[in-house]
C-alpha cells in the first residue's frame, strides 16, 4: 500500500524542509538565466525557497543561488528575482524599506 507523502523541499534560505507548495521554486534553466518559476514546470536545476522575502533577502546577501547552481550569479539576476517576487507576491509584505546602506556584499 502507498501512501501518499507531501513532497518536501528545503528553503536555501533558511534552511527549514517545508511542503514543497509553500515554497517558490527557482530554476537556473537550460540557457544559464535563472529565475523564479512560478509554474513549476521550467526546465532546469532548481532550489526552492520560502514565500517570505527575508528568505530571498538571505539568498541574495549570502550569494547562495551560485553555491546552489555553482555559477556566477550576478547582482542584477538577484535584483530581478526580487523583482519577479515583488511582482508575484503581492500580499507578501513589503520589505523593509526602512533598512540603508545595504548593498555591499563582501566582494
Ligand atoms: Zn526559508
Do not use: W
Amino acid at each position: 500500500m502507498k501512501q501518499k507523502k507531501v513532497p518536501m523541499r528545503r528553503c536555501i534560505g533558511c534552511y527549514e524542509s517545508k511542503p514543497k507548495k509553500e515554497l517558490l521554486r527557482i530554476v537556473k534553466k537550460t540557457d544559464g538565466g535563472i529565475v523564479l518559476d512560478f509554474t513549476g514546470k521550467q526546465n532546469g536545476r532548481g532550489a526552492y525557497v520560502c514565500n517570505n522575502p527575508e528568505c530571498l533577502d538571505k539568498i541574495v546577501k549570502g550569494n547562495k543561488l551560485s553555491k546552489e547552481f555553482e555559477i556566477e550569479v550576478l547582482k542584477e539576476t538577484y535584483d530581478s528575482l526580487k523583482k519577479q517576487f515583488a511582482e508575484n507576491c503581492g500580499s507578501c509584505g513589503e520589505a523593509d524599506s526602512s533598512k540603508s546602506g545595504g548593498g555591499a556584499v563582501g566582494k
